[in-house]
């Protein structure tokens, strides 16, 4: 057995691939090359590789993976929830995978506990075989919460939105019944291409979008790209730590031949629907300032040219670095809503690099320090009278859901799979219930005693 972390809830069981090491990089042609090598596999197959970026990952939709194991790499690094987004049952961590694993091995992959069974025998196969009947039918019971308005158990209302990355994800938000679209990232327009999409592209795809969702709301971020998002035609440097270099807002900023086209683009669809901006990485006042100023010479351009927007559309601001939180009552005063990435508040806040799966151990939302930060953001943002979301890896978790909701959050953005589990888990607390749990949970001093904590009161 190989142990790692359950980075996509599901068991898989079927025949290993590897990836070669070292052929497929992360750029443009190797990820040409891995669609390619991907192309070949048989139905059912095991994927198991040393990393695996997001575009890899993005290259499995449709191909029915049993499941993946990567070596490196955590719980919310960029492919791991792209696999989640597409229900593949995905390990992380699994040192050694490559070299333990041969190709053509029966794999057991249980994405619910983290761990690997190499060549297992047919008892354990047996074992897993019935886990996973469990597990598909309890994905079963979860439909009925697919049509339902998301309540708390005492009748308080609450949302469950999505994050989504393209007309896809939006079509399954639909289908799995979400109130809204919490977050759409417009990377994806911008990968795959030697040149940045045109005005006219973007427009047309964000209006889709916003026509698909028929009134609910669509929040837009803006381009977020540097870290390990990079793209063919962007000016860069080479940097020692990208993850605190030039990037998001901050590129967007300095980089307005890429800025304004997707702005404007972002306006002209707001004709089209309840469409609203939001601004990735913000660590400072200036920064939003900075965006509305430019927002607003945008929209005397595109009432000169007689083109059409929504004059009162919504400026938001992601809360996923120490310093946004921090700020976050003094952020208020300048945004119409928050909406707290806590994949990368967690990163930011433990110093801790979100694909090292060397760190794993610090990449934890249950740490008291990240948990005092979303509690602080969602009073301030509440204290100001302005919606706040919960959209990382977090909002999705059930053991985490009723503390969320103890802090005062009550829209929660996941990915499409997950709408149906969240809404269940949310109606089964009740306001008070939620905030004594997580007035307890402030007081506890380390994250495993606030894990442990969380076992033995949430069934």
């Known amino acids: 057995m190989i142990s790692g972390y359950e980075v996509s809830k599901g068991i898989g069981i079927g025949v290993a691939v590897i990836v070669p090491a070292g052929e497929y990089s992360g750029q443009n042609e190797a990820d040409n090359a891995f669609s390619s090598f991907v192309s070949r596999i048989s139905p059912g197959a095991v994927i198991v590789a040393e990393s695996f970026t997001p575009v890899m990952a993005a290259s499995l939709r449709d191909k029915n993976v049993a499941a993946i194991v990567c070596e490196t790499g955590g719980m919310t690094s960029h492919s791991a929830l ?50 996973r009947k469990g597990f598909i039918k309890d994905r079963a019971d979860l439909e009925r919460y697919r049509g339902m308005k998301t309540v708390l158990a005492d009748g308080s209302g609450a949302e469950v939105l999505c994050n989504v990355s393209d007309i896809i994800g939006v079509m399954s938000a639909i289908e799995n019944g979400a109130e809204g679209i919490g977050l759409l990232r417009t990377e994806n327009l911008f990968t795959g291409n030697k040149t940045a999409p045109t005005e006219e592209e973007q427009t047309r795809s964000y209006m889709r979008v916003a026509r698909a969702m028929d009134g609910h709301g669509v929040v837009i971020r803006t381009l977020d790209i540097g870290g390990d998002k990079m793209l063919p035609f962007m000016k860069s440097e080479q940097e020692t730590n990208p993850f605190l270099g030039f990037r998001a807002i901050r590129y967007s900023l300095a980089n307005r031949d890429f800025f304004i086209p997707q702005l404007r683009a972002i306006l002209k669809a707001s004709a089209a629907g309840n469409v609203s901006i939001m601004i990735p990485m913000v660590t400072c006042i200036e920064e939003i300032r900075n965006v509305k100023a430019l927002i607003h010479e945008v929209k005397s351009d595109l009432r000169d040219e007689g083109a059409e927007f929504n004059d009162d559309i919504r400026i938001g601001a992601m809360i996923e670095t120490p310093a946004a939180a921090v700020i976050s009552d003094l952020l208020a005063e300048e945004c119409d809503f928050f909406s707290i990435g806590t994949n990368d508040l967690v990163q930011y806040t433990m110093c801790a690099d979100r694909s090292n799966s060397k760190l794993t151990y610090l990449q934890a939302v249950t740490h008291p320090s990240v948990l005092r930060l979303i509690a602080r953001t969602i009073e301030n943002a509440n204290a100001a009278g302005i919606p706040v979301s919960i959209c990382g890896e977090a909002a999705s978790e059930p053991f985490m859901i009723p503390v969320l909701a103890g802090f005062g959050c009550r829209r929660f953005s996941v990915d499409p799979l997950s709408v149906p589990e969240v809404r269940r888990t949310l109606s089964t607390w009740t306001t008070e219930k939620a905030k004594a749990l997580a007035d307890e949970i402030l007081k506890i001093p380390s994250d495993g005693e606030i894990k442990e904590y969380l076992r033995k009161n949430i069934h």
């Not at 249980?110 to 069974?117: M, S």
């Open 82 to 131: 792209v696999a989640k987004s597409f229900g593949i049952p995905a390990v992380y961590g699994a040192i050694g995978a490559t070299h333990i694993i041969k190709d053509g091995d029966t794999v057991i992959v249980d994405g619910l506990h983290g761990n690997v069974y190499e060549r297992p025998d047919t008892s354990l196969i047996e074992e897993f075989s019935s886990r």
